[in-house]
């Protein structure tokens, strides 16, 4: 194992960055849980989470399934299996498993234009309309809005048209990549790795010194991709929704 690959962030230190890159409005605790104040939006931004640390059993996701019927719960595998375990016997069905990426931003090139791409905030219409139309819609955007400084969205361009966004933002040292999109009819043109780029690029430029993000497991393509960009599996995470 490479030293590079022992300096990159683990699972735990990338899902902390997602999550304070993706914040709900608020988080109640419940016991060994945080809730966080939302129920409609993307399931990283509404499921319960066990606090760093704890230890959850039967008594204590009972108390949330009382308090909120219908509750997600997000596990961190590896680290959380005993929960995963629970709500496996109590009958919660596993969806969303999601690879933590994370790669050094000095490995990743950032041979880009200015044409091709560029950081702003607050997101341009141009963002807003194609996340609105590739099911990102406002409420599912909103923790984008919440999230701290550094942030920015970037929009993606290819050939003079518009071909994708994303949002980054930044936790301590590690750049989250978020609402990453590419317009169907623009994959497969180096899209998704002219995002990385520019979001290695902008994570530089703003101190970070990792790029990071969740990507769905069975996204072969995608997980391909962000292997060549140079990022590296540090675990997985997934989702448990009641049946």
Known sequence: MSGTLLALPDSARIMAAIRATWPPSRLDRLGPFDLPAERAGTRRATSARLVPGAVADAEAVAGVEAVRPGTIFGTRDGAEDALADLLAARGYTASGLSDLMAGPVEAIPDEVTPASGFPHWPPLAICDALWDAHGNPAERRAPAHRAPAPRTAILLRLDGRAAG????????????????????????????????RHAARWARENGARFVALPVEANNAAAVALYTRAGLVRRGGSRYWSPR
């Open 165 to 196: 966004a994303l949002f980054v933002g930044i936790h301590g040292d590690i750049a989250v990549c978020h609402l990453v999109l590419t317009l169907p009819e623009m994959r497969r043109r180096g899209v998704g790795r002219l995002g990385i």
